[in-house]
C-alpha cells in the first residue's frame, strides 16, 4: 500500500520556466512533509518542508504548497535552471517520528 | 561541521554471508535512521534508533537488525544475505526532538551487491 505516491515519474521543463512537481498521500495521520533531491549514487539532499498546520512555505527559488483536503502537496520551482536535474523525492512523516515514508520520485530535467 | 559519514561506500558479498554497515552521524545529533533504496521499492524506513534504542522499525524480516552506540554511531547488519538485499542503504541524522518537525541529513550511502 503505497501511502505516498508521485504520479508522475518524469518531467521536462524548459530553463527559466516554472517546474511543478506533485505529490499525493493517503495517511491523514501524516504531519510534516518534506522535499529531497538526489543525484545518482548520492544521498537526498533536504530542499524545503511544511507542516500540516500551514498550506505554504517558500525558500528561494522552492515554494511547497499543502493541501490538506485534497491531502496533496506540490513543489514549485521557479525558475528552473539546469542544475536542478534530479530525481527529487517527496517525504512525510507522523506524529512527530523521524520515520520517513518516500514517494517513488520524478526525474526533473531542465532543459538549456 | 561534517556530515553524516557511512561506510564503506561499496561492497560486494555472496549470497548467504552477512554484513555490516557503519554510520556515523552529525556531531550533535542523537537520532540515527536507515533506509533502503532500490529501483523498485523507492526508499523504505528500516529502522530509527535514538539514544542507543530502537525508536521505530519498519517492515523489514528480522534478518535486517541495527544498533547505536553511546557516541550516536549506528551500524546495520543483514544477515543471510539474499539477491534482492543489493540496494543502496541509506543513513540519516537528525536532532533530538523529531517533535520540533525538523529534517533528516542523508549520507551519501553504502551500495551492497549481492552476487
Known amino acids: 500500500d503505497q501511502q505516498v505516491k508521485q504520479n508522475s515519474p518524469s518531467l521536462s521543463v524548459q530553463e527559466g520556466r516554472i517546474s511543478i512537481l506533485n505529490c499525493d498521500y493517503t495517511?491523514?495521520?501524516?504531519?510534516?512533509f518534506l522535499w529531497y533531491k538526489k543525484y545518482p549514487a548520492e544521498g537526498p539532499t533536504f530542499l524545503i518542508s511544511?507542516?500540516?498546520?500551514?498550506d505554504k512555505n517558500e525558500d528561494g527559488r522552492f515554494t511547497v504548497f499543502l493541501n490538506k483536503s485534497a491531502k496533496h502537496l506540490s513543489l514549485h520551482i521557479v525558475p528552473s535552471q539546469p542544475g536542478d536535474s534530479a530525481v527529487y523525492f517527496c517525504?512525510?512523516?507522523?506524529?512527530?517520528?523521524?520515520?520517513?515514508?518516500f514517494g517513488t520520485g520524478t526525474r526533473l530535467k531542465v532543459l538549456a | 561541521k561534517a556530515g553524516v559519514t557511512q561506510t564503506p561506500r561499496y561492497l560486494i558479498k555472496t549470497r548467504g554471508q552477512q554484513v555490516t554497515l557503519s554510520c556515523s552521524p552529525i556531531?550533535?545529533?542523537?537520532?540515527v535512521s536507515w533506509y533502503q533504496q532500490t529501483p523498485g521499492q523507492g526508499l523504505q524506513f528500516l529502522f530509527e534508533?535514538?539514544?542507543?534504542?530502537?525508536?521505530n522499525k519498519g517492515n523489514f524480516p528480522g534478518r535486517f537488525s541495527g544498533r547505536q552506540f553511546s557516541n550516536s554511531r549506528s551500524e546495520m547488519n543483514v544477515s543471510t544475505l539474499e539477491l534482492g538485499d543489493s540496494a543502496l542503504y541509506l543513513c540519516?541524522?537528525?536532532?533530538?526532538?523529531?517533535?520540533?518537525?525538523?529534517?533528516?541529513?542523508f549520507g551519501q550511502g553504502t551500495r551492497l551487491t549481492v552476487v
Open positions: 511544511i507542516s500540516s498546520i500551514k
Open positions: 534508533y535514538f539514544s542507543e534504542t530502537q525508536r
Open positions: 495517511n491523514s495521520m501524516f504531519d510534516y
Open positions: 556531531s550533535g545529533h542523537r537520532s
Open positions: 517525504a512525510a512523516s507522523a506524529e512527530g517520528t523521524y520515520k520517513y515514508i
Open positions: 540519516a541524522s537528525s536532532p533530538d526532538s523529531p517533535s520540533m518537525n525538523t529534517e533528516a541529513f
